[in-house]
């Protein structure tokens, strides 16, 4: 313990140990769990999306392939335009309405810029 707190590691496997995935979620944050003062389920969250967002780039830019982000960034949106639609048949509002309406845009963005990467 470190002023009454778990050491990074050990708070990253206690938060992760309730994911669906805590070998991979252990596996991805415990090296960048020592960069922070405090280790709890929000910092574990933050860690979380920032190797998502870092994956996900990685993954779509080594494709260099535009018909392949292209066809990425299509699925995406439509995984939240399929979301936001099972709440409108459940007369209700998504919580992250607002926020799939965002990603939503940005995922045409990427569509557009992906269609003028070169073909190899």
Known sequence: M???????????????????????????????????DTVDSLTVLEMQVDAFKKQVRA???????GITIYAAMTMAAQDMQNCDEEFRKAAAKSPVCDLNRSLIEMSENCRAVSNMIPTR
């Open 2 to 36: 470190h002023r009454g707190r778990c050491l990074p590691v050990a708070a990253v496997a206690s938060v992760c140990k309730n994911t669906e995935f805590p070998d991979l979620c252990r596996g991805s944050l415990q090296k960048h769990a020592g960069k922070y």
């Open 59 to 65: 993954h779509a830019i080594s494709f260099r392939d």
